[in-house]
């Protein structure tokens, strides 16, 4: 019961690879073995652990011992670790030091490894893997109700354990993002040439076609249109002669105004800045989110460069969160 941890510092040192400046640590053992058959059970109460310089050594686990730390040490300071053993002695292989250090290395891998599960599970949280992702719209930097829901449960984490810090990647996508962008570039273009227009003719006058074409002549040039308007048959009047009997062309009216509307989406400018600026708006949204729903020091979120994606179909844009140690 309470040993004092700065006495054990040379084997953290040496096995963990970090001095102990501070806490203590009750112990709870119960080994057996009969038949040669080993079944151990390691119940470990720390608290107030604190760890010093990091140290090389040939001999430590290289295993995130601070990270596993931060994970399992509650808001009063207590790490609380149970840890069984098991092995067959018999085996001349095997001996009872690395079986009970590498009992102890799975555990640590595995709460490591999954940091956002292992979380969960502590507030009764299911699915904890989903919060290591916020999804939003492409172009857009607001977060939706579900993505705000993993937000509040990723907070009641942050409450539970004060030695984690949380990574936050905002991302873009160079295909999903772009044509997004793109797309309200344009529809803001429109619209404003449609209020000037609206100030010169009556309402009843203006027709789509004659504000996408007046944008599509200022961008490419008079030729390109009606070239366009060829493949689409747009020349009413146009015919070709077939005996003694004149045969009109069917216009694709529609396939036209969608072609001069798409052609117009894609030419529109974006740049890599804009992109970053989104990218770098989404994890800002981020942070203000769980900053304002708890009362969580700002020093606990970092924002990080922004994740570059090119995905090819599922068009949600995924920024992944990532948990680290004080």
Partial sequence: DNIELHNVTPYS?????????????????????KYGQLQGSNQMLLNKITLGDEIESEDATGLPVKLAIALLKDPEGNIDLDVDVEGDLNDPQISMGPLVGQAFEKVVLNIVSSPFSFLGNLVGIRNGEEMKNIQFIPGRKELLPPQKQKLTNL?????????????????????????????????????????????????????????????????????????LQNNYNIDEKAGVEEGDREVMRNPDRLGYLNALQQQLIAAQPITETELIQLAHERSQTIRKFLIGTADLAEKRFVIVEPDVLEKKDDEWIPCRLEIDAR
Avoid: H, W
Wanted: no cysteine; glycine share 4%; charged share 30%.
């Fill in 13 to 33: 040192v040496k096995f963990a690879g970090y001095k102990l400046e501070q806490g203590k640590m009750s112990l709870d053992l119960s080994y057996t073995i």
């Fill in 155 to 227: 907070n009641k984490v942050l409450t539970e354990r004060p030695d984690i810090i949380l990574k936050i990647y905002g991302a873009y996508d160079l295909v999903f993002d772009k044509k997004a962008l793109q797309q309200e570039k344009f529809d803001t273009l429109y619209v404003s040439r449609l209020k000037v227009d609206s100030n010169s003719y009556p309402k009843e006058k203006i027709v789509q076609s004659e504000i996408l074409e007046m944008l599509y002549k200022e961008l490419f040039s008079d030729s390109t249109l009606v070239r």
